[in-house]
């Protein structure tokens, strides 16, 4: 009988050792998981929209439009993309090739020494068209990159737009394509148009700014609007 209750308190004891065993590295795991996420979230880039710095660039032919993204995290934000999204646009919309003006004074590009079409080719088209939903467009560094790093404490800018003048005081939209200036992805007619760009870096959420084009009385006119802070966690409301 003595033996049979010392085996059994050599087996609760054993099953006791074991439970705080497993109690242990069941905390400490959890431990490292949380300290690991907390170092990733404290080190991690972070995307901002730089609203108070959208400026318009205007020229003798038109006004162009940059946005500016600042990298306001810890490390570099990885291989940046913009890409821009229009809601509601369909082929009308295309400005016909014969309506182009010859002379667009787009960015030349001349360290490339490369021969450029005037005007500029453009992907989409009347005849070859599909909706602008998540669109590469470029950077405004020189050459204009589709992808870049941002550096920590460091702002870079996306070329949106052109709005092109004409002689006669009309003109229409001209949107870049990942290529840069050298190709254009559209080019639109006066009216109204609304959208977003995401800049989607590789190793964080996208930022998003939604804006809105217009002409208000023979002026161009850009309005960004801020989404709210929730929405840059819930990736089914970049489409």
Same mark, same amino acid.
């Given at each position: 009988m003595?033996? &049979?209750?010392e085996k059994l308190a050599i087996s609760l004891f054993t099953a006791a050792m074991l439970g705080k065993l497993v109690v242990s590295l069941f905390t400490a795991t959890i431990g490292a998981f949380l300290g690991a996420q907390i170092l990733k979230n404290f080190y991690k880039p972070r995307v901002i929209v730089r609203y108070q710095d959208i400026n318009p660039l205007h020229d003798s032919t038109g006004t162009y439009w940059s946005i500016k993204i600042e990298n306001y995290g810890r490390t570099v934000a990885k291989d940046c993309v913009a890409v821009v999204t229009l809601y509601g646009v369909n082929q009308e919309d295309i400005l016909p090739k014969e309506d182009v003006c010859l002379e667009e004074r787009l960015p030349e590009y001349k360290h490339e020494n490369t021969d450029l079409a005037f005007p500029?080719?453009?992907? &989409? $088209?009347?005849?070859? !068209? #599909?909706p602008i939903i998540r669109e590469p467009i470029c950077w405004s560094k020189l050459g204009n990159p589709d992808v870049i790093d941002i550096n *920590?404490?460091?702002?870079? $800018?996306?070329?949106? %737009? /052109?709005?092109?003048r #004409?002689?006669?005081?009309e003109g229409y939209f001209i !949107? *870049?394509?990942e290529e840069g200036w050298r190709r254009v992805r559209v080019r639109l007619k006066e009216k109204k148009y609304e959208g977003h760009v995401l800049? %989607? *870096? $590789?190793n964080e959420y996208p930022a998003m700014v939604c804006f809105s084009l217009d002409i208000k009385n023979g002026n161009p006119t850009f309005i960004a609007k801020k /989404? /709210?802070? !929730?929405q840059r !966690? #819930? #990736?089914? /409301?970049y489409d």
């Open positions: 003595d033996a &049979l209750l500029r080719e453009q992907i &989409l $088209s009347d005849k070859h !068209f #599909r *920590p404490g460091i702002s870079q $800018s996306f070329d949106l %737009c /052109k709005y092109q #004409r002689e006669s005081g !949107f *870049p394509s800049v %989607c *870096p $590789s /989404k /709210k802070y !929730f !966690f #819930r #990736r089914n /409301k």
